[in-house]
């Protein structure tokens, strides 16, 4: 009897330690299908509160919205939703034909119809997009849709690049939370300033997308997107930490791309302050030796500014720009400062500025650094305030005489964009800086009205050279693109414009 009872004892064991497998099985191993599931984590320093793809550039680099028009990595224009477009009155109208083979994430076919309620919503709740675009009507047939400018816009195609001209059911009512677009990817669920994960759209227009899903997550700090890289918590890291670079460049499991940017980190000037000196301004030009800095705060991951624009632009102005703390004194006398026990006086008071800089981009704030330094070897004082939003503090306040900032200022390869942003009234930098010149207007307002491109390229030039005359803004570096990711990422893109990341071609090699 003692005999079966352990005999049944060790039998009770064996199919316990057999349930007992296939539970850790179940619940603790990933299954086979699992372990086939396609999937990235992409990090980034792009902060996200909202996906409303119209306030927002998220949607766009992360494939879930699309836009009319697209731009290349030879920064020229491409078909995108719409497959053609055309005016016939050099500007002032525009028919495009929007394709016939896209529906969005919900199903619903996109015509010119959902096309011209998207851009309504976007001239609604945009004032920026507004007063880019200048739509007076628009008019939808079929897949054509017709738009009526209030004045002539040669330009137009190129802002229909734009990430917030992206187009979405504006009928859903989550835009913000859970757009739906017409991407390769659709969105599972955000969480404002930390991520959002995706599925694919398994009946994207333009063929399947390879990835199952992909996490598209935010850090400003480029230290923590590094280490996540190395960890291996991300796949994908936009702009790791730049002295990091080299050693990325050494690990076999990694790759590292750095490619030429087309980012302007510049110094803009408060019309307003002792800044409208002329002289003032090419004093602290020339206080910025460009390839200096760059050396000192981009690990030299940059090309000095010649100009607003890249060179990768065929309207770069390329100019040498020399730094020198002689000249600089030079063009402070010519503006009337003094050197009293040390310090530069100006009308009998202390020359003491206020410049404003952020941390989004961890090099603004090195350079502000590098400019205060150098200031104050001539006896200018500088106090540095660093803020959260730069733009609304500079455009709610004018108790301020400089600021870093960066900015893609051709990003849909037209010089428009930043003349009439910067140097025209209306435009969200000028709301800021205050810049009047009544020559670089007249040439800008020209620029708006010309078709030709080769003319609109020498029109951009004259501009750039005005500008740099008479330093309307200081122009400091173009940052190169860097990205790492690990080698089991295929297919990856790292794009000047950076305004496309997750796409359908994005692959991942399963282990």
């Not at 497959?83 to 199903?107: A, C, L, M, Y």
Request: net charge negative; aromatic share 6%.
């Amino acid at each position: 009897m003692k005999k079966i009872m352990t005999m049944g004892l060790v039998l009770g064991l064996f199919v316990s330690l057999i349930t007992a497998c296939s539970s850790s099985e179940t619940s603790g191993s990933p299954s086979s299908s699992e372990k086939d599931t396609k999937e990235v984590t992409f990090l980034s320093n792009f902060p996200s509160e909202t996906l409303d793809p119209h306030l927002n550039y998220t949607p766009v680099r992360a494939g879930v919205a699309e836009t009319l028009v697209k731009i290349n990595e030879d920064m020229e224009l491409e078909p995108w939703l719409a497959e053609e477009w055309g005016s016939e009155d050099d500007g002032k109208t525009w028919t495009f034909t929007i394709r016939d083979d896209v529906t969005f994430h919900n199903g619903k076919q996109v015509d010119a119809a959902m096309v011209k309620q998207s851009l309504e919503r976007n001239i609604e709740v945009s004032e920026a997009m507004k007063a880019a675009l200048k739509v007076e009507s628009i008019e939808a047939e079929g897949q054509r849709l017709t738009l009526i400018l209030e004045e002539a816009l040669p330009e137009l195609p190129s802002e229909l690049v734009h990430p917030n001209t992206a187009i979405v059911d504006s009928e859903e009512e989550a835009i913000g939370q859970q757009p739906v677009g017409t991407g390769p990817f659709k969105v599972v669920s955000f969480s404002p300033g930390s991520k959002v994960e995706l599925e694919r759209n398994e009946d994207y227009w333009d063929g399947k997308p390879k990835l199952d899903r992909a996490t598209f997550t935010f850090n400003e700090d480029a230290n923590a997107r590094t280490l996540a890289l190395q960890s291996g918590d991300a796949d994908i890291v936009y702009r790791p930490a730049i002295e990091s670079v080299q050693q990325l460049k050494e690990d076999d499991t990694l790759r590292t791309d750095v490619v030429p940017g087309v980012r302007t980190q510049m110094l803009l000037y408060n019309f307003n302050s002792v800044l409208a000196d002329q002289d003032i301004r090419k004093a602290f030009d020339l206080l910025m030796d460009r390839n200096d800095v760059i050396d000192s705060t981009l690990a030299g991951y940059a090309t000095a500014a010649g100009g607003p624009f890249s060179n990768e632009y065929p309207f770069a102005l390329i100019e040498e720009k020399d730094g020198g703390l002689d000249q600089a004194k030079q063009h402070l006398q010519a503006a009337g400062v003094e050197m009293k026990d040390g310090k530069a006086l100006l009308d009998g008071e202390e020359l003491s500025l206020t410049l404003l800089t952020y941390s989004y981009r961890p090099e603004l704030p090195l350079m502000a650094q590098i400019l205060q330094s150098n200031a104050k070897k001539l006896g200018i004082s500088i106090e540095i305030q660093q803020v959260e939003n730069i733009d609304e503090e500079m455009a709610k306040s004018e108790d301020w005489d400089l600021a870093t900032y960066s900015l893609l200022t051709a990003p849909r390869g037209d010089a428009s964009y930043f003349l009439n942003s910067a140097y025209k009234k209306g435009g969200s930098l000028h709301s800021a800086g205050r810049v009047n010149d009544e020559e670089l207007t007249r040439i800008i307002e020209n620029l708006n009205a010309t078709v030709e491109n080769e003319e609109r390229q020498k029109l951009a030039m004259a501009a750039n050279e005005v500008i740099n005359e008479k330093v309307l803004h200081s122009f400091i570096a173009h940052p190169s693109n860097v990205v790492a990711y690990k080698d089991s990422v295929k297919n990856w893109v790292t794009s000047k414009s950076e305004f496309y990341v997750l796409t359908k071609d994005l692959d991942v090699q399963l282990k």
